[in-house]
């Protein structure tokens, strides 16, 4: 299981303030994350330790809660939620949750949709989950646009063009009726310092990049209009020092972003071999060390890289997580 997921800086001006992660009007009911491969496997990760502030999540190849040490899932998030290192599981029973499994994938199994669908069908009804696992797409995200043909593994950026937007798929389930937005080849990314948010202010120490990126909606600047909060984890060695924004780009959601008033936050790890992370995946099994037989610190709250992006959300969306 470990493997499935792997696949899954800029000498940029850094700001320590952070000036451009504020003033947004943010409807915080709405705050919602999604990823890719070791994204989409965080994504879950972290949609479950913060059920009280995220209203959904969508995974593309990625895997359940806790499920690269734990065999007895459920029974092991409840202990977890008992002690109050995650937030209440009753927190997801309204939640959307959308899942994207290729039938052709070579390095996530197909069975991990199932079992990502089974694990929230623990604590959800099944009208909030949608399970795509019929498409012969290789390891990717979904495009009825961008990427490689569909049953091929098409890296760097992982877009596979099979008639089926991925992005507006989940985002018309997270948020209902949406508009399909206009196609342009570009789209204006803002950088943002991510080593605020860690301590020691060094995001390194926690695997991630000095910088991350925020895609703002034109009706969303200077919190006239409010707006949606969507938070993106890429996978494996797919990180801004290695491919830019490439992924980004073609993922076909900064448009949808443009089109429905969805403030994108795009947080970036850096591979560091170290760390015992040399490819650069979110960590979801506990490669800094925060993983003690069934206390699973990294997959909680007070894991360095989960904390580290609540306190992101928490000053675009100008709310607590505690």
Known sequence: MFIFCLFISFGLPIFSQNIILEDFLINSSTISVSGFSSGAC?????HTAFSKSISGVGSFAGAPYLSFWS?????????????????PVE?????????????????????????IKEF??????????????????????????????????NSPFFINNCNYSGGEQLFKHLFGEISE?????????????QNEFFEDNDANKHGLDDI??????????????????????????MESGLIGDGYIQRSGILSLGEANNIVLLFPQIKHNILQGNPFGCWD???????VDYFSYTYATKNGTQMAGVAKMIEKVANISMV
Do not use: M
């Open 284 to 290: 979801w099994w506990g490669y800094l060390g925060l």
């Open 71 to 87: 065999s007895t899932l459920q029974e092991d998030t409840l202990l977890l939620a008992d002690s109050g290192l995650i937030d």
């Open 120 to 153: 929230y069908q623990n604590f959800t009804s099944d009208e909030n989950i949608i399970l795509k696992d019929d498409i012969n797409s290789e390891h990717g995200v979904p495009s009825d646009k961008e990427g490689g043909p569909c049953p091929s593994l």
């Open 212 to 237: 991350g990126y925020i895609f703002i909606p034109s009706q969303c600047e200077n919190g006239i209009t409010e707006c949606h909060l969507h938070v993106h984890f890429h996978g494996c060695n």
């Open 181 to 193: 937005g206009s196609y342009q080849d570009q789209f204006t990314l803002n950088d943002f310092n």
């Open 42 to 46: 965080f994504a879950t990760q972290f």
């Open 91 to 115: 927190n997801i029973k309204d939640d959307k949750i959308f899942i994207f499994q290729g039938i052709n994938d070579t390095i996530t199994p197909w069975g991990q949709g199932k079992r």
